[in-house]
């Protein structure tokens, strides 16, 4: 079944049964303002979809706001906005979907609070100035698009894979490492920009799948193994 929302509606708390559709119509933005710590998107394996132009806009000003409860699947642009820097959390084994871009410009997002929890991007991952991503859990990331970073990203014991179909690009100005990185994407290269601030420091494994190709010039600092089932140019 399928609801369809043909302008902006503002929600406080959402629970989505399997099998539902949520249709927001192009131009139409789906605002999520929880009015408690503690309120839930809850989709039971259910799908958002933004057409067009629209998108969601999560904004909160609670503390431990658990956003994200179940796997769930949202087909277009998502921006994370907390003015007052809290937190959202992606549920323990839980998997969220954004097929389009994920914009973090206020708040911290906590990718799990267990283990096997993660946030697939297939569009460009964000971490605006006053955002962050917090993976101490060992969490999962994975970003078919960009990786653009001027916020604060703790790896934890967690994985990032890089998957796309297209050339890909890590972009960052903010001090930070990576734990366990994994090239996937085989159709082309994925690039550590000569502009980073910073270099490409891996406390874990960088892998290179068969056919990929990582180009990281003078920036390299890995303190674990290097896999190479591909190329890198280092």
Avoid at 81 to 105: C, E, K, W
């Amino acid at each position: 079944k399928t609801i369809t929302i043909t302008s902006s509606v503002e929600v406080d708390e959402m629970q989505i049964y399997p099998d539902i559709t949520l249709d927001v119509a192009t131009g139409s933005v789906l605002p999520l303002s929880p009015n408690a710590a503690g309120a839930v998107l809850d989709a039971g394996s259910a799908t958002i979809t933004c057409n067009g132009t629209a998108y969601m806009e999560i904004i909160t000003g609670f503390a431990g706001a658990i956003l994200f409860n179940q796997t769930m699947t949202i087909n277009g642009d998502v921006i994370w906005n907390d003015p007052g820097g809290n937190s959202m959390n992606v549920g323990l084994n839980r998997t969220i979907t954004i097929n389009g871009d994920f914009t973090i410009t206020n708040g911290t997002l906590t990718i799990g609070v267990g283990t096997d929890s993660t946030i697939d991007v297939n569009g460009d991952l964000t971490i605006g100035a006053s955002g962050a991503i917090d993976c101490t859990n060992g969490m999962a990331s994975k970003v078919a698009g960009d990786w653009i970073q001027t916020g604060t990203f703790t790896p934890g014991t967690s994985l990032v894979t890089f998957d796309g179909t297209s050339a890909q690009q890590i972009d960052r100005e903010h001090a930070s490492d990576f734990y366990a990185v994994t090239i996937s994407n085989t159709s082309a290269a994925v690039t550590y920009l000569d502009n980073s601030l910073d270099t490409f420091n891996i406390a874990g494994t960088l892998t290179v799948a068969d056919g990929g190709q990582f180009t990281c010039k003078d920036r390299f600092n890995p303190n674990g193994a290097v896999t190479l089932n591909g190329t890198a140019i280092l």
